[in-house]
């Protein structure tokens, strides 16, 4: 039986190459299938991964019916086996539906790939959706890290290196990293993300704010202590 399979996580877990590998290996097996994104981070019309990967893709928009768009090509007598869904947490509730509509009428294979929150920790209204629908829902066994070295459970957004909590839910930053050894943005972005463990998320500690923090003489173990009397 078809099944419509989310996979989530936060940022940096690997949820692009995963998609990417999904469609290879379905590929490799003589199937036809249909590679759709929103949003990418490099650009309309683009898988990509942090590893540098890439293949050609539908951009998904407001206006577009998935529905329509797997059975004209069906029509018109393309082969479609499976959905790639990359960025799905970008895709709209109806569109989620009409993925679950592909599934269940037309045998096909929905593999969808997205975080659940979003800055704020709020769902995003697509992957709320994937949520109530799929038939199973899987997070990533591969673990981001905050800057601190625990495990990555929050997505932030920041600005000039600092932690925002207002604003629109989408929003396209500064994703790359740029030669920081802990995968940080660059400090000085205008609009960039990161990921937090849910302590340092609470905190608002960005790594660009952790930084100075650890350089403080205000938090190392010694300082103005009076010296030892001579013996």
Same mark, same amino acid.
Request: hydrophobic fraction near 40%.
């Given at each position: 039986?078809?099944?419509?399979?989310? $996979?989530?996580?936060?940022? %940096?877990?690997?949820?692009?190459?995963?998609?990417?590998?999904?469609?290879?290996?379905?590929?490799?097996?003589?199937?036809?299938?249909?590679?759709?994104?929103?949003?990418?981070?490099?650009? +309309?019309?683009?898988?990509?991964?942090?590893?540098?990967?890439?293949?050609?893709?539908?951009?998904?928009?407001?206006?577009? %019916?998935?529905?329509?768009?797997?059975?004209?090509?069906?029509?018109?007598?393309?082969? @479609?086996?499976?959905?790639?869904?990359? +960025?799905?947490?970008?895709?709209?509730?109806?569109?989620?539906?009409? =993925?679950?509509?592909?599934? %269940?009428? =037309?045998?096909?294979?929905?593999?969808?790939?997205?975080?659940?929150?979003?800055?704020?920790?709020? =769902? $995003?209204?697509?992957?709320?959706?994937?949520? +109530?629908?799929?038939?199973?829902?899987?997070?990533?066994?591969?673990?981001?890290?905050?800057?601190?070295?625990?495990?990555?459970?929050?997505?932030?957004?920041?600005?000039?290196?600092?932690?925002?909590?207002?604003?629109?839910?989408? @929003?396209?930053?500064?994703?790359? +990293?740029?030669? %920081?050894?802990?995968?940080?943005?660059?400090?000085?972005?205008?609009?960039?993300?990161?990921?937090?463990?849910?302590?340092?998320?609470?905190?608002?500690?960005?790594?660009?704010?952790?930084?100075?923090?650890?350089?403080?003489?205000?938090?190392?173990? $010694?300082?103005?202590?009076?010296?030892?009397?001579?013996?």
């Amino acid at each position: 039986m078809a099944e419509l399979v989310f $996979f989530s996580g936060t940022m %940096d877990c690997g949820k692009s190459t995963l998609a990417l590998q999904v469609d290879h290996n379905h590929a490799a097996r003589g199937k036809g299938g249909l590679v759709l994104t929103r949003q990418d981070r490099a650009g +309309e019309a683009v898988v990509s991964s942090r590893l540098g990967l890439r293949r050609r893709a539908v951009e998904v928009r407001d206006t577009t %019916d998935v529905w329509a768009e797997v059975t004209g090509r069906r029509t018109r007598g393309e082969r @479609v086996d499976y959905l790639v869904c990359d +960025e799905a947490q970008f895709y709209t509730p109806e569109q989620v539906e009409q =993925l679950a509509r592909v599934v %269940d009428d =037309l045998g096909v294979d929905v593999f969808a790939f997205g975080i659940t929150t979003d800055f704020r920790t709020r =769902l $995003f209204p697509g992957s709320q959706r994937l949520l +109530e629908l799929a038939d199973r829902v899987q997070v990533l066994q591969v673990e981001a890290l905050c800057w601190c070295g625990a495990r990555a459970t929050h997505n932030a957004r920041t600005h000039h290196g600092a932690m925002v909590v207002e604003g629109d839910q989408v @929003v396209v930053g500064d994703v790359t +990293e740029r030669g %920081d050894p802990g995968g940080a943005p660059e400090v000085g972005a205008d609009v960039a993300y990161e990921v937090l463990c849910r302590r340092h998320h609470r905190r608002r500690l960005t790594a660009a704010r952790a930084r100075p923090a650890a350089l403080s003489p205000d938090v190392l173990p $010694f300082g103005d202590r009076p010296a030892p009397s001579g013996g």
